[in-house]
């Protein structure tokens, strides 16, 4: 991936490389928006991520991961606070994570 400026450019860019599910953390497991899977830790892996930082507003501060499964056959991403925003579930989620990539 080229430099990428915004979450939005990022979120754009995934797409085009076919994650095009939207998860989402419930219940300390990702959630598929667009067919109602329930993924396990075990299950998917994080083939990047991207931190963004507000200037201006740290309700701006976001992470934006790319997230694969073999086991469902879905790519996807999932989009979190961080921060003095971030969850405590999410956090407990991403320690036990597979991170491959760190851009």
Do not use: C, W
């Amino acid at each position: 991936m080229n430099s990428l400026d915004t979450l939005t450019e990022a979120i754009q860019s995934l797409r085009m490389e076919g994650y095009i599910e939207d998860f989402e953390l419930k219940d300390n497991k990702l959630q598929s928006l667009g067919n109602r899977l329930s993924i396990r830790n075990h299950e998917f892996i994080v083939d990047k991520y991207f931190r963004f930082e507000g200037e201006t507003d740290p309700s701006d501060e976001s992470i934006l991961y790319a997230i694969s499964s073999s086991v469902y056959g879905l790519k996807g991403i999932l989009v979190s606070a961080y921060g003095i925003y971030s969850e405590s579930d999410f956090n407990e989620m991403m320690k036990k994570l597979d991170i491959r990539q760190i851009n």
